[in-house]
């Protein structure tokens, strides 16, 4: 499978930096994958979770609470307000878990989009 590169920035510097195979966006009109070779696009995200497959075949999710992303042939750019990457193997996940939930509540977002993404992170959370 064609890789792609993934970066996720947020104001504090630069989240995730990587070759991956896709990744799954929480776009504003709803939750849309991407793989090497899509067609050029920029979009606003939501609060909600990235879902990253990586060049490994090993998931990633980072909880986001807002942004904008550029997709492009080769490379996905993501600028977002706010970043927790839950991984597994994680020593802190519990932590990591609570900070998500956090980032999700400060949102300035709907309920219905706060409550799908708590719901995604609780369910990552049981996962671990």
Known sequence: MELMKLEIVTPEGVTYDADIKQVTL?????????????????SLLKAGVI????????KLDVAINSGYVKVDESKVSCIVDGA????????DIA???EEARN?????QASDTAIAAAMGKVEHIGKSY
């Open 84 to 91: 927790v990457a839950l991984t597994a193997g994680d020593n």
């Open 103 to 107: 980032l999700l509540k400060s949102a």
């Open 26 to 42: 929480p776009g504003a009109e709803g939750e849309f994958g991407v793989l090497a070779g899509h067609a050029t696009l920029v």
């Open 95 to 97: 932590k990591k878990i």
């Open 51 to 58: 879902t990253i497959e990586t060049k490994d075949s090993k």
